[in-house]
């Protein structure tokens, strides 16, 4: 069993909330990692599954990516260990959010994560009476629905493209593993751009032309089918993950963590690659892929578009304007361009990986902050 201390160290956290309610079985927690640059805003989880080590680590990740993209919010994520396909899930949900009623919404505020749904924020915001307990709601009710609009992936492309013009690439072959939210939305927005995507893959299986996939038919394919519409096209079947080892200049991973490892990353033939999905390469297939001269852009730096939507979504509670969905694109593509930016470059003067770069430059301003607050360890 996890000792919540050894899960404090210099930056947090600052606060373990666990609670539990003996009528609905409910037993969740919330952890505020780090909160000098702001209140902690983090997604909510729900599995059977979820431990106060878990969040912990998923709230470290969110300190790191706020102040990756320069936003002033603080690290946090809160999780409920219960089943989101239980018939009790609402009752469950009211009385999590009931007992976090000291904390939200002016040390933390709910999000979604895994297992809930728009409908549960519009849920957690009635239990606690007020328009500010919890992002994500639906459109209705003057929400940002950011999957939906596929934000993320969009910042994928952005990234993508403004890595790939510093190395000559643009409009070059890409190829992308998942077509879910972000892969999807990084398809269509590399075609705007005038990329060929010349392979994709899904859960039910990858294909690839090496002429260009035809991807305004793909996404109408998805919409209609979802995974499945790589059974439309029998000839152009590969291997299912031979898609991130295809010749292409690019590759980005968008579906699933640990996807490249020590001993897949020699075998990676393209020059640049994004993490669309979070922890695609292990520490090892980074430092090999730098050695190797394919410039890697970090998960916290190429997928950051969700919290800056999400940053959005924190205004839009006070606000009785639907958020304008043009400023959200914009901003997403002006803050992860100049981030991708400023970590290459970083990391090409400092001699260290993408990823030592980038968590370099968050610690930096988290410590900065921490030392303005007066929150440094003086003995
Ligand atoms: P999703 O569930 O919408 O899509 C996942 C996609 O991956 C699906 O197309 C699925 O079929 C595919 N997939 C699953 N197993 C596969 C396999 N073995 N081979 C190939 N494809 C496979 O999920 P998502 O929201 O697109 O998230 C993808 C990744 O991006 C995750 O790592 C997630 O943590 C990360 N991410 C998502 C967001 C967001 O806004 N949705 C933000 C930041 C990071």
Do not use: C
């Amino acid at each position: 069993m996890t000792n919540v201390f050894d899960l404090m160290d210099e930056w947090g956290p600052e606060k373990i909330v666990a609670v539990s309610d003996t009528r609905t079985g409910m037993k969740g927690v919330l952890v505020i990692d780090n909160t000098s640059r702001g209140i902690g805003k983090g997604g909510t989880r729900m599995q059977p599954t979820v431990s106060v080590e878990e969040i912990a680590r998923l709230a470290r990740v969110m300190t790191w990516k706020w102040a990756g993209v320069d936003l002033f919010y603080g690290g946090a994520k809160a999780g409920i260990q219960a089943d989101p396909n239980s018939p009790y899930k609402e009752e469950i949900l009211r009385s999590f959010v009931r007992k976090l009623s000291n904390e939200v919404p002016e040390e933390y505020v709910f999000g979604l994560d895994m297992g809930l749904t728009e409908n549960d924020a519009a849920t957690i915001n009635d239990e606690l009476g007020s328009r500010g307990a919890a992002v994500g709601t639906p459109y209705e009710l003057g929400g940002v629905p950011y999957d939906q609009l596929g934000i993320t992936g969009y910042g994928v492309a952005e990234v993508v493209d403004e890595a790939a013009t510093r190395q000559n690439l643009q409009g070059t072959r890409v190829a992308i593993q998942g077509f879910g939210a972000v892969g999807h939305a990084t398809a269509a927005r590399l075609h705007e751009l005038g990329y060929q995507v010349v392979a994709i893959s899904t859960a039910a299986g990858a294909i690839a032309d090496p002429d260009g996939l035809d991807v305004p038919v793909l996404l109408e394919r998805k919409a209609q089918v979802g995974d499945r519409l790589v059974e439309d096209f029998p000839q152009l079947r590969i291997a299912s993950g031979a898609e991130l080892y295809v010749e292409a200049e690019i590759v980005v991973p968008a579906a699933l963590q640990d996807v490249i490892n020590a001993t897949d990353a020699p075998a990676i033939r393209a020059q640049l690659l994004v993490e669309g999905a979070n922890l695609p390469t292990s520490p090892q297939a980074q430092e090999i892929l730098a050695e190797r001269g394919v410039t890697v852009v970090p998960d916290f730096v190429a997928n950051a578009g969700g919290v800056v939507s999400a940053a959005f979504a924190m205004d839009a509670r006070f606000s009785p304007f639907r958020a304008e969905t043009d400023s959200i694109f914009t901003t997403v593509s002006q803050k992860l361009r100049a981030n991708t930016i400023q970590v290459l470059e970083e990391a090409r003067s400092r001699s260290v990986t993408t990823h030592q770069a980038a968590r370099g430059l968050a610690q930096e301003r988290v410590r900065k902050a921490m030392q303005l607050r007066g929150k440094v360890l003086t003995h």
